[in-house]
Each structure stands twice: as C-alpha cells, then as structure tokens.
C-alpha cells in the first residue's frame, strides 16, 4: 500500500507544474494569461454546465475526465497556440511520449485508464472525446468573446477559427455554441441560443475563481494557489485517490462536488484553514453566494448545483465525506514540498493539524492519513 500510495501521490505532485503552463487566452477581466490547470476546471465545468445540450449517447463523466487530463502534457511540452504556425506532427509525437512518462509514474494497474483515455480524446473518435473537443474548442472562443473589453487581435483569431480553422466543425458538432459565438460577434443568425447564453451567464461569473488566491503555495513555492487550480487538482486527486475511498463512494459524484466546492469565494472569499475567520459569519456569506451564483442556471440545475454544494457542506454522506477528505489532503502535501507555507505562516502545531485536516481525512481515506501523518509530524518537528 505504502508503494502504491507513494506513486500516486507522486504523480499528483508531478501534476502541480500544470499550473505555471501559461496559454495565449486571458482571463475575462484581462488581467493575465489564463493557465492550463485552471483552463482544465474550466473545461470540466464547462460539461457539467453543457450536460443538457450533449448528444443522448454523450457520458458527460467520462468526459469531464477527459477534460480533467487532457492538457497533463504540456508540462513537457508546452502550449501551442492555434494560430500559430507549428509543426503539428512533431508535436503530436512529443505529447505522446509526455503522456507516457507522466501516466507512467501512476501505478501499473492505472496506467491504461488514464491514458487510454487521454488517447481517445486525442483521437477525438467517439461521442464523449468529441464533445470533450467541441468544448475544449468554444472555451478559448468565449473567453476571448466574453472579456470586459474584448481584444481586436483575439477577436479576429476567433473569427478566422470559426471560419476554417479548428472550431469550424462546431458549425455541426455543437451548432448552439457556434451560432452563439457568431451572436457575439454582431453577425447575423436564425438559430435560438438562448439555451447557450443562459448558461454561459453563469461560466463567465466562474472565471472570477481564478482570481481568488488562497493560503497555500504551489509546490516550488513561486505564488499562492487560486482556488479553480485548487479545484481541479483536487478532482485529479480524488481521481487517482479512488482506491483509498470508503466502498460505494461514486467517484463522479465526488468530482462534481469538488469542481463546484468553492465557487461560492468568487462572493464570499477564501477562508484559510488555519486562519481566524468567524464561521457563523463565513457560512452566511457562503450560502449567500451560492444563491446567486448557482441562480444564475437554468431552474434544473440551479437545484442539482445548490444540492450538490450543500451535500459537500454538510459532509454526512460518504461521497461527501470522501470529498471533504480530499479537499483537506491537498494543501499538506504541498506544504511538505515547499517548506512549510501556510503552517510557517500561521505557526500550526501537529495538535491543529491533527483536528483540521487529520480527522476529515481520516474520516473519507484512513490509509491516506496513516500514511501522511508521520510525514508531516517529522516536517513539523523540523
């Protein structure tokens, strides 16, 4: 178990350098480039959000997961901008050996499942890897659409993309985003996007995430993390963690919990565990903000979302148990790597850390906690 746990948590903390893989979009509000973990929450929220407008045979799990992954390489490789020329075979050639290393580093029994999965996105050969794609395609197009003051040069890369470059397929694939892309460009069209508009409302509100920062620091210590990138690490974290979870834990369920988990800071701001925030007070602020944020769905999923936000809440279900485990699991292996960050800065003692993050984790993945306690107790002695 111990050798197991070992190589998933490496792979997880080999993950963490998506987060300084910067791509050619910004954020909404112009204010940086947009990374590709954060791209990645996006995307997955993007299914999520889209479920309702995929095809019937669509697995809208399977492709969140595949959304989860399917940028992992470019840790070695890089991000290609599309409007660049490129030599795209080589490149091709180089993410496939990334994708070897990187799901190498897994377990040998979980090897296949990742990246089997990251190859049939690639391929883009079945209904979920092609919905996975169109949504991988009209993100970029709504982020650029979407900005406070929408950049000329961006704005003709999108039209060019719609036309004949990649996104032209969408004109088929996924007809409502592409005329709602057209829409937003003042160009005339027959078709109603209403369905697209309502819940792009809300995807745009979600981009605030990124701008949320938290206590804890990435792994090399460079900046603190913001809470999208917090978000989908901690989904590929329980993910990979599966295993260790309690029997009849739904692993997608606890992925939708985790992507929506702290959505609501985009209102109510990050509320560090070690910090002195008043939790009466955070709860309201938190439950205010869920309101709004998740009101701005359709009915239907403003009900699913706000249930699914609660349930994480209240932790009294095993998927939600599980969740809260993970949500709590992460930052300490970052502070393992980086030197301590939040527990130098709040002065944390093994006693907190064993009743903030011990016993929630103990709770959904006991093996886990066994494992990282005498790590951390030895860091803390430190």
């Given at each position: 178990m111990t050798e197991r746990l070992s190589a998933q948590i490496a792979f997880l903390k080999e993950a963490d350098k998506l987060k300084r893989v910067n791509r050619a979009n910004l954020l909404l509000d112009l204010s940086r480039p947009e990374n590709a973990a954060e791209h990645c929450w996006h995307l997955a929220l993007y299914a999520l959000v889209f479920a309702p407008l995929a095809n019937p045979d669509v697995s809208i799990?399977?492709?969140?997961?595949?959304?989860?992954l399917h940028d992992l390489v470019e840790i070695e490789v890089g991000d290609h901008p599309i409007h660049e020329d490129h030599d795209w075979a080589a490149i091709a050639a180089?993410?496939?050996?990334?994708?070897?290393?990187?799901?190498?580093m897994l377990p040998a029994d979980q090897v296949p499942q990742f990246l089997d999965l990251w190859r049939a996105f690639e391929a883009e050969a079945c209904p979920d890897a092609r919905f996975a794609k169109q949504l991988d395609r009209c993100q970029p197009i709504f982020q650029v659409l979407c900005a406070q003051s929408p950049v000329p040069a961006h704005v003709?890369?999108?039209?060019?993309?719609?036309?004949?470059?990649?996104?032209?397929?969408?004109?088929?694939d996924f007809p409502q985003a592409y005329h709602?892309?057209?829409?937003?460009l003042g160009e005339a069209t027959q078709r109603d996007t209403q369905e697209v508009a309502r819940r792009l409302a809300f995807l745009c509100e979600a981009d605030r995430l990124k701008s949320v920062y938290r206590a804890s620091r990435l792994l090399d210590d460079s900046r603190r993390e913001n809470s999208a990138e917090h978000s989908w690490h901690a989904m590929l974290y329980a993910w990979v963690l599966a295993d260790h979870a309690a029997p009849g834990v739904q692993i997608d369920r606890v992925l939708s919990m985790l992507m929506l988990h702290d959505i609501v800071e985009i209102d109510a701001g990050d509320a560090p565990i070690h910090?002195?925030?008043?939790?009466?007070?955070?709860?309201?602020?938190?439950?205010?903000?869920?309101?709004?944020?998740?009101?701005?769905?359709?009915?239907?999923?403003?009900?699913e979302f706000n249930a699914l936000w609660r349930e994480f809440e209240a932790a009294d279900t095993s998927d939600a148990v599980f969740a809260k485990a993970i949500d709590r699991l992460h930052p300490p292996i970052a502070n393992l790597q980086n030197g301590g960050g939040s527990w130098v800065e709040y002065d944390v003692t093994m006693e907190q850390l064993d009743q903030r993050v011990g016993v929630p984790v103990q709770k959904g993945a006991p093996d886990v906690w066994a494992w990282l306690r005498p790590q951390v107790r030895s860091a803390l002695s430190r």
């Open positions: 799990a399977r492709v969140i997961r595949m959304l989860l180089a993410e496939e050996r990334a994708a070897e290393r990187l799901f190498g003709q890369i999108v039209r060019d993309n719609l036309s004949t470059g990649r996104a032209a397929p969408m004109r088929e709602h892309a057209l829409s937003l910090g002195q925030s008043d939790p009466t007070l955070m709860a309201a602020k938190e439950d205010a903000a869920a309101g709004r944020l998740f009101g701005l769905l359709p009915p239907d999923q403003t009900r």
